[in-house]
C-alpha cells in the first residue's frame, strides 16, 4: 500500500459525522475551531464520551505533537470530486482546521479512487429520482422520508 503526503484543506469532504461522535454535530461547538494553537499545543483532558467537545481537541493536541498516527484510507469519488474515508475522518477533519489556523499539518494517505458518487452526493441524487419520478416508481413516502433523515443523520458533507 502506497501512501502519500496529503494536505486535506481546499477539499469537500462527505463525513459520517452525526450526535453521538461529532460535538459539532452535538453541540454546534467545535473544540479545534473554538481554541487557540496554543490551547491546543498543551491540552491535557481526558475524554467523557464520544462526542465530547475534547475528543477533536486531543487529536489536534496529538497532530500538532506528533503523537498520533497519520495514516488515512481515503475514498476520492471522481463523479462528484468529494472525498470520505474508511478511516481517518476525524484526524482529517482536525488537522484541516489546524491548517486553516497555519499550523500546517499533512497526514500520510492512501487514496483509493472511486468511479462514482460519494456516499452524500449517492442519497441525494436517489432523493432527487424518487421525487421527480414518483408516478413512474412505487415507494411509499415513508421510504422516502426514511432515506432523506439517513441523508441528513449520518452524513456531512463539509467543505474545509
Known amino acids: 500500500m502506497k501512501y502519500k503526503d496529503f494536505d486535506v484543506t481546499n477539499k469537500t469532504y462527505c463525513f459520517k459525522f452525526n450526535e453521538t461522535n461529532c460535538s459539532k454535530c452535538h453541540s454546534g461547538i467545535c473544540g479545534v475551531e473554538n481554541s487557540s494553537l496554543n490551547e491546543l499545543f498543551n491540552f491535557k483532558e ?3 464520551s464520544k462526542n465530547d467537545i475534547n475528543r477533536c481537541k486531543i487529536i489536534a493536541s496529538r497532530l500538532i505533537n506528533n503523537n498520533i498516527p497519520s495514516n488515512v484510507y481515503i475514498y476520492f469519488y471522481k463523479q462528484c470530486f468529494h472525498y470520505s474515508f474508511s478511516d481517518g475522518q476525524h484526524r482529517s477533519c482536525c488537522a484541516a ?4 489556523k497555519d499550523k500546517k499539518v ?3 494517505a492512501y487514496i483509493s479512487i472511486q468511479d462514482s458518487l460519494c456516499p452524500y452526493c449517492s442519497l441525494k441524487n436517489k ?3 424518487l421525487e421527480n419520478y414518483s408516478d413512474n416508481i412505487y415507494i411509499n413516502s415513508r421510504e422516502l422520508e ?3 433523515i439517513k441523508l441528513k443523520r449520518d452524513f456531512k458533507l463539509w467543505s474545509l
Request: net charge positive; charged share 45%; glycine share 0%.
Open 97 to 100: 482546521k489546524l491548517n486553516l
Open 146 to 148: 426514511d432515506i432523506k
Open 106 to 108: 499533512f497526514l500520510k
Open 46 to 48: 481526558k475524554l467523557r
Open 127 to 129: 432523493i432527487e429520482i
